[in-house]
């Protein structure tokens, strides 16, 4: 009996590190099967997201015969740039590429200098008034632009500045400072004050403050609100196709409207070659600059 209940003994206390050795992988499976709906989601939004994107580039590569002959889903018959080729020479996209920086670097420049000092203004200095000035500036943004587009063309053809660059970037740095304006002034909000107090205290006037304190600390919010302000410019159609008149002024995105000829018949391939150009640019853009963008979306966040 001493014999038997030594060896049954033994079989057992072997059988439990087996045991206890199988829990954590237990856990983990159990853990992976709790997040696999979580991983079908993300790669459903991924395919959603990245197959548009995909099946535009392969077409760039395509001809005409192809799209019109093979399935939308086929893929091209070889890597040919001729398409980018016709979309660079008769689709002018490096011409109106180089109009909408010419629009769009000036425009997010002087949204983001006088959205800045006007937050530093409203938040930071105290004067009477500034609260009803700062819901003045909040209904700018409840104005729809379509209804002053009229108007401005009226304006801007009195004061000799069509067939000109300058009513685009009047245009857009007007319509982006009440937005640009209401972030900086929530962004200043969230900033200790005792900073700007301390500074006053040693001497510093309100433009040395804002200069040397300010303007430092808002480095990532300032590149936040630019690339969304870049990002909104860049893209825009409507008012670019308001007040441009001249093709040799169209900006990018007037210049897809080029590759459609006057029977509206479209070429697909040079057409999807310019907006595939267009696409990647922006892409790599906000790739490099992520990490700097939630900084920045995360610090407004946050009281001082």
Known sequence: MTTTQSLVESGSAARVPSRRATQPFRRRARRRLRRLPVWCAVGLLLVVVLYPLLWMILGSFKTPTEFFENPAWA???SLDFENYVTALTRGD??????NSMLVTLPSVFLIIILGVAAG????????????????FVLAGIMVPGQMILV???????RAGLTDTLWPLVLTYTA??????????AAYFRSMPREIFEAAAVDGSGPLRSFFLIGV???????LTIGLIQFFSVFNDLLIALTFTTDPELATIQLGLLSLSDEYGSTQYGPLFAAISVNIVVLLVVFAFLNKKIMAGLA????KG
Do not use: C, D, Q
């Not at 930071?124 to 819901?135: A, D, F, S, V, Y």
């Open 151 to 157: 108007p401005l063309f009226t304006m801007y053809f």
């Open 299 to 302: 610090a407004g966040s946050l």
């Open 175 to 184: 319509m982006g400072l009440p937005l640009t304006t209401f972030l900086m």
């Open 93 to 98: 996209v490096a011409l109106n590429y180089r």
């Open 216 to 222: 430092p600390l808002m480095r990532n919010a300032m």
């Open 75 to 77: 893929l091209p018959e």
């Open 120 to 135: 530093y203004a409203l938040e930071i200095m105290i004067w009477k008034g500034r609260h009803n000035t700062l819901l």
